[in-house]
């Protein structure tokens, strides 16, 4: 019974790190788009397109249910593909909607009217396509009313992680939260809007402040997966194994994996 887990480079690997650990019963296929990565900097169209070649090559491989573990892809591809190219036998989910859930405190089936929440002015800092789109705020709005939405594009961070320089990554942190500040000085609560950040989220809650609540994906995103499969555990599909595929070099996306994770991760080319 497997899951499929995508990204588009490493970043996914938060997620699956969480979700494993959650749901140890599971198998999971992850499939990294190393050769077309980073998302962030590319157009919705291109966006989509690698997102359902993606996606089909995970189908492939026995999982009913895949996990966007990126936020560029569910914000620029994932409402569209619903619209448009799942068959009824599989299901596509985002990283989204946990995160909207904790800070809205509904779940998403709730289709109550927009009401006031605690929290009122938001700091979001994603990948500059993840800005673009919107998404995050529109799906936002849907749920909540009087929140007040900042943005950041945080250019450079997933490139600086993905190089395993997490040196010039905290710079880009630092800089990008400095930057965020100056249009939103005293934010209440911070978005990490891309699964590469939660390993800088030490550097992110430091620049921010202690006060400043910082909401990460990987936990929220495995519990939303555990409640999902106890009520669909049809969608567990079909596979029996766990593997790493990637469309880079093998060689090199595992050494980066397993610096990322600090422990051994071995891919094979997809």
Known sequence: MTVGIFDSGLGGLTVLDAVAKRLPDVDFVYYADSAHAPYGVRDADDIYDLTTKAVSALWDQGCDLVILACNTA???????MQESCIPTDKRVLGVFVPLIEALTERDW?????????????????????????????????????????????????????????????????????????RK??????????????????????????????????????AESLADYLERHPNMRGTGNVSKFLTTGDPVQVSNRATQFLRRKIAFEAA
């Open 184 to 221: 939103m000085p005293t934010p209440e609560a911070a978005i990490l809007g891309c699964t590469h950040y939660p390993l800088m989220e030490q550097e992110f809650q430091s620049a921010l402040g202690a006060d400043v609540k910082v909401y990460s994906q990987a936990n929220l995103v």
């Open 109 to 181: 089936g709730d289709n109550s009217p927009p009401r006031e929440v605690e929290v009122k002015h938001v700091a979001l800092f994603a990948t500059p396509a993840t800005v673009s789109s919107r998404a995050f705020q529109r799906e936002l709005a849907f749920r909540a009313i009087g929140v007040d939405v900042e943005a950041q594009a945080c250019g450079g961070v997933v490139d600086a992680i993905e190089d395993g320089d997490l040196i010039l990554a905290e710079a880009l942190v630092r800089s990008h939260v400095d930057a965020l500040k």
């Open 74 to 80: 569910s914000a620029a591809a994932l409402r569209r």
